[in-house]
């Protein structure tokens, strides 16, 4: 109901009337609504103020919640641990690979394609591997084909 709301689907776009919904089912746990307001927190979106430190709360429990369904908060929080957030949020390569590894294990190709970089270059403070790089990049490969089946 959140995303018809917020896009207009079947019904007129009201943001207040998404955040409503979005909230109440991030409240019962949803991954997915979690995640959502993760992004709208961080980037000020869908009226609600820009506070990072929201965004970051959302997107813990998000990531408490995930499932092969919902991953992409794993993933997000291993960006923001990557890069990290002034006052907010430390930068800590060993959780970000980690994270990264979850959401992987879940099938997110896009995290996948990530620790393949990781391994082969060295970064974040993982080993330069080659079979580990090569066994993260085929998964990433295998994932998308897998979807566009």
């Known amino acids: ?12 776009r009201e ?10 089912a991030a409240a019962a ?9 993760r992004i709208a927190e961080l980037n000020g979106e869908l009226g609600l103020s820009k506070s990072p430190k929201e965004g970051v709360k959302y997107l813990k429990r998000s990531a408490e919640h995930a499932t092969a369904e919902f991953p992409h908060a794993l993933h997000e929080l291993a960006l ?4 990290g957030i002034d006052n907010v949020l430390f930068v800590d390569y060993e959780y970000a690979a980690e994270l990264l590894a979850q959401a992987a294990e879940l099938g997110y190709a896009p995290s996948a394609y990530r620790l393949g970089e990781c391994y082969e270059y060295g970064k974040m403070g993982c080993p330069q591997d080659p079979a580990l790089s090569i066994h993260y990049y085929v998964s990433r ?7 566009a089946s």
């Not at 943001?15 to 109440?24: D, L, N, P, T």
């Not at 991954?31 to 959502?36: H, T």
């Not at 923001?80 to 890069?83: A, D, K, N, Q, S």
């Not at 490969?141 to 979807?147: D, E, N, T």
């Open 1 to 12: 109901a959140g995303t018809c709301c917020e896009n207009g689907c079947g019904c007129r």
């Open 29 to 37: 746990g949803h991954p997915g609504a979690l995640y959502r307001l």
């Open 15 to 24: 943001s207040a009337k998404a955040v409503q919904f979005y909230k109440k």
């Open 80 to 83: 923001l641990h990557e890069r």
């Open 141 to 147: 490969v295998l994932l998308l084909s897998a979807c």
